[in-house]
């Protein structure tokens, strides 16, 4: 990560809010359903849902629990993705994280390890939380790795927990805890 006074921005990515022109992005994002097991979600979102969502992004993350922030590419200055805190908890001081790289062609290039450790830094130093965790499919190599190089610990394992198609897939239970 560079040396920089926003504390949202690294080399290669930066971090910021959600904007309205984000609507496009996230319409297409949040409709994949390629990427609906592994964000939990079962039915397509309306723009209208979507714009709602935007109009209450400026809400501060201790009212709504959640911040969803855009990972813009620094090269082409265009959003690729998203990084979240989400069940936000600030009496014990712990969030849950989920990260979104869209395109797969901007995969595995050290754009959500970059957004990643900007996350782990701004959760930590900004926010003082405690902990951070997420729940990645036991079959999911690619997001295992990128947690465990970050220091997540799998703490816990959800045998036959998400039903995809006719088959259960295990989940693990991955922790972060600052020292």
């Known amino acids: 990560m560079k040396d920089t006074n926003n504390i949202l921005e690294g080399t290669k990515v930066t971090l910021r809010a959600l904007e309205p022109s984000d609507i496009n992005y996230l319409y297409e994002w949040e409709n994949d359903s390629d990427s609906w097991f592994v964000s939990n979600t079962l039915t397509p979102y309306s723009k209208y849902i979507l714009q ?101 610990k799998i703490s816990g394992e959800k045998k036959q927990w998400l039903k995809y198609g006719e088959t259960w897939v295990d989940e693990y239970f991955l922790q972060l805890i600052h020292a």
């Not at 001081?93 to 701004?122: D, P």
């Not at 951070?132 to 079959?139: D, G, K, R, S, V």
Request: aromatic share 12%.
């Open 52 to 152: 709602k969502y935007i109009e209450n992004s400026h809400l501060d993350i201790y009212q709504t629990r959640q911040l969803r922030l855009m990972i813009i590419c620094k090269e082409t200055n265009l959003p690729i993705g998203t990084i979240d805190l989400f069940d936000f908890d600030p009496f014990h001081n712990r969030a849950g994280v989920g990260i979104l790289i869209a395109k797969k062609e901007m995969q595995q290039k050290g754009f959500a390890s970059e957004a990643m450790e900007i996350l782990i830094n701004y959760s930590f130093n900004h926010l003082n939380l405690h902990q951070l965790y997420c729940n990645i499919t036991t079959n999911n190599t690619k997001s295992i790795s990128l947690f465990k190089k970050y220091n997540f």
